[in-house]
């Protein structure tokens, strides 16, 4: 992608001015980092950090029978979304493999609020527009939003700072309402595996509301720290640990999935189920020092056979080691079974160990 391509979300001043390192990064121009990867994933860990998701798309479905439409696309139950909830689910195709997993917001009847990943923000619109049905309505409002995620301990603290009247919802609950001119949209969710939420308002007011939680007691945080966070937790990243060639049950999230409704991939999954599968996700960790493991980087059995390559790796802050992920065939995906990592030609050896690498004490 050219330099002309890149994007830029509505806080990319802001984040200038705080120190950001800016990148590339799905078509974006993000920041990767303020002061180190160490001290924002420590912030997050032990206090509260904040990240810049306006990169990723916003939709909204609307008419009738929206919630009936939705469930026959995506894999998980949307009839089991009261209003006032969000759900984690997959976009598949026949193949069952991943498109996109995304956070839908059920705002009420027949009106649903749909958060995608950056780099999926076109294919994710033009596949839902393929099977749309008349009566319902699909919108890509990702331009007017912008939107932060506020992780961490003191998430909550911070938020009561900021919004004294208001009450953060519950896990997975939702909350909107509008002020000083602009939609503010909450849920209690995240990507980090700490207590937190994620705040979306209108992309004028972004910078304004970045820079108030800031001033809460927010560490700014980049791409860095917001990867090694997730890992530490075993939250997949698509395009990386999920990709359209590979299903939600091969990545060991099969109970994101109603295999007792109809939906687009249902069938593969569901015979996978039944009959097992050739390769799975697996977290792995070194057992001894090594160069930090990075996603391509090759898994090979001690008699020196490949069997796969890493799809995530990282030096994890919180447990001071290498941990990565990767699929793996079956008979290697053991916990306890001991593998090399090939890190430029250099073997360091690693094991596979039971998801999540880290648990809050």
Known sequence: MSDQEIKSTPLESLHIELGGKMV??????????????MDEHTAVRDAVGIFDISHMGQFFLRGAGAEEWLN??????????????AQYTF?????????????IYRFGDDKIFLVVNASMIDEDFAW???????????????DAWAGMAVQGPDAVAAYAKLFPTRELPKR????????????????RTGYTGEDGFELFTSAEQGATWFKNFVDAGAKPCGLGARDSLRLEVCYPLNGSDLSPERTPVQAGLGFFC???????GRDVLKKQKEEGMKERLVAIKYTGKGAPPRPHYGVFTKDGEQIGELSS???????????GMGYLPVKFAKIGTEVDIDVRGRKFPGKVVKKPFYKKD
Not at 128 to 142: R, Y
Not at 258 to 264: H, Q, S, T, Y
Not at 313 to 323: D, M, R, T
């Open 172 to 187: 997975n609950g939702i909350d909107k309402w509008d002020q000083d001119g602009s939609t503010f949209i909450v849920c």
């Open 313 to 323: 790796g990282v030096f994890s802050p919180s447990l001071k080691e290498g941990i």
């Open 258 to 264: 109603a295999l007792d409704k109809e939906f687009i």
């Open 128 to 142: 839902l527009n393929k099977h749309l049905t008349d009566g319902l309505t699909l919108t890509n409002e990702s």
């Open 72 to 85: 026959g696309i995506l894999a998980n139950d949307v009839n089991k979304l009261a209003i006032g909830e």
């Open 24 to 37: 590339p990064f799905a078509g974006w121009n993000m920041p990767v980092q303020y002061t180190s990867n």
């Open 91 to 103: 976009m598949l195709n026949e193949q069952g493999g991943v498109i996109d997993d995304l956070i």
